[in-house]
C-alpha cells in the first residue's frame, strides 16, 4: 500500500515593535543594542563585531542613524560583542553573551573617551531578557544541558520546564493539558515526529551530547509553527568552532538498580469460570543486564572563519536478560506447563531464559560555512538506525508454551528461536539551509529536509507455517477439536516486508524590517511538505503472498454458549489463497462459518 500526502502553506505576519523576526522552524536568535555616550546621547554609524566563542560565527554590522545595530540569524551560542573605537569614543568588547534560540540579547554600549588605542573590556554574562515577546516559551541552555540531572535522550530534560509532564496515557508528554499527539517535536528546523501518530520515536530522541540548546514553546508561537496545536519542542545541534573541541567518554546503568516492576494484570479464558475467564496478578521478576552509553564528538574549524564541522557518535545499547517461566492452568491448579513430547524433542523447557540486545544508534555530521558575511550556509546528515536481537519470550510468568517456528526447513523453539529472530528499523535524517542577509533590513532563508525510515522491527526469524490456535476450547472438547486449549503451532507469522516513510519538506521565507513608529517586520513564507508512505505486511503463506486464516465452528452444549473456536484441521493451505475446503465434521457440530485467507 503507499500513501502521498502533501501540504501546502503560506504565510504572511506582520510583527510590531520591535519583534524578533522568525522564519520557517525557527532555529536562530538575535543580537541588538544601542550605542550612547557618557550623556546619554545615541552614537551613529558605529561598527560592531558580532564573534562566537563556541560557534563558528563572526559578523560585522553597523549601527543606524539613531545608534541602533541589530544582526539577525545568530546561531545559539555564547558570543563576544566589540563595538570598534570612533569619534574618540575607545573600543570596547562584551564578553559571554548568550542567544538563544527565538530571543532578542539586548547588547547596549555605554561608550567612553580614552587614550588613543585604548580597549575597555567589560566582563559578565548578559541576561536574556526579551521585553517584546509575547510567546509562552522555556529555553533550555548547553550549560543547563550539561549540569541539569537527566537521561541520554534529550526529552529526558523537557520535566524541568514547568508547562511540560510525563504523561503515558496521553501520548509521551502532556503541555499544558494537551496531549502528546498534539505536540511538534523539531530538530534544526526539520520535523522528527512520527507522522502516524504524532509521537517522538526513540530513534529520533537524539542523546543530550548532540544538543546545543532546547526550546519548549507553550502557547502565542509564530504561524511557521501552526502544525502543532499542543506544544513545540525546538532543538538546535552543537556546530563547530575556530578550536577544537571533543568530548568522549562512557555511561553505565544496571537494570539491578532499577524499582522493581509491578504485577502484571492477566486474562485466562478458562472453563472453570461461569465467566469463561479469570483475571489474576502475576508477579514481575527484575530483569538482569548492563546499559552502555559511549559517546565520542569533535568540532573544528576546516577553513577558520569560513568553514566549520561537527561529528559525534552515540549509540545507547541496552541489554536485557529475562527468565520466563512457563505454566498451565489458573489460581490452585496453576503448575509447570507439561510440555508436549515435539517440544521436548527440539530442548525446550518450561523455564528458558533469553537475553535481548537494542542499539539505538545515532551518528551525525554538521557542517556549518560562511562564505560570505552576508551568507550562511547550514548542512547535517544524521543516521539514527535501531537494532534489536533476540526478543523476549514474554513476562515472567506465561500461560503457554514456548513458540515454536520452520526456519529454512529447521524446526526452533523458544529461546533458539530468539536467536534468529529481532529486527532493524532504518533511519537517516539531512537538511541543508542557506540565509542570504544582503542588507540589515532583508532576510531570505532556503530550507530543505528530508526524512527516511524503514520501521521493520520485529521483522526477521518469521515463521512460514500457517498459524492454528486453540481458544476456548473446553476439555470435554480437546478430542473432537485436535487441540488443547493455549495451544499455537507457531508464535507469530506475521513479518514486515517492508514499511518505508518519507517526508521532505521546502520552506523558503522573506523578511524586511523598517522604521515608523518603531520597528516593524514583515514577513512572508512558503512551505510544501510530503510524505510518503510504502508498506507490505501481513501473515505469510508457504505458497507466498499475504494474509491471514482462519478456521472455525461452533459448538453447543448444555450451559455453554457457542463459542468461535480455531480448530486445528489436517488440510493444506489452497494453492493462491482463497477459501479452505471444509472439513468434515463430527455429528452434532454447527457449522458457522468458513475459513477465509484476506
Known sequence: MKRNLGFFALALSVVLCFGVSAFGQQVTGEIQGTVRDPNGAVVPNVTVNIQGVNIGFKRTVQADADGVYHAREVPPGNYKVTMEATSGFAAQTKDNILVTI???????????TAAVGAVVTVAGEAAVIDPTETKAQSNITARQIDTLPKGTGFTSLLRTTVAVRPEPLGGQYTINGSTGLENSFIVDGQETQNYYNGILRADNDIPYQALQEIQVKTSGFEAEFGGATGGVINAVTKSGSNEFHGEFGIQFSTQRWNAGPRPVLTNTL???SSSGQILEYFPQNRDSGTNEYPTASVGGPIIKNRLWFFAIHSPRII??????YFYQGVGTTRAPRVLSAALAALGASNVETVSNRTVYNYSALRLDAAPFQSLRVYSSLTWNPVVDKRPLLGGTFVNSSPGTAVLNGVTYQGNQLANFQGGRENSNNFRVEGVWIPTSKVVADVRYTRGFSNQKLGSYGIATDPRIQCVNVPTAFVAVAGCSQGFSNITSNDQTFR???????????????????GRHDVKGGW???KIFNDVLSGNIFPQGGQGRSYLYYGIGTAGIDCHFVYVQFNIPCPAGGGLYPLPTLPPGVT???TGLNY
Open 102 to 112: 527565538g530571543n532578542a540579547t539586548t547588547v547596549d554600549f555605554a561608550a567612553s
Open 270 to 272: 478458562t472453563t472453570q
Open 319 to 324: 541489554n536485557t536478560t529475562r527468565t520466563t
Open 499 to 517: 514499511n518505508v516513510s518519507l517526508r521532505t519538506t521546502i520552506d523558503a521565507n522573506l523578511g524586511y524590517s523598517f522604521n515608523g513608529l
Open 527 to 529: 512551505e510544501r511538505s
Open 591 to 593: 457449522v458457522v462459518g
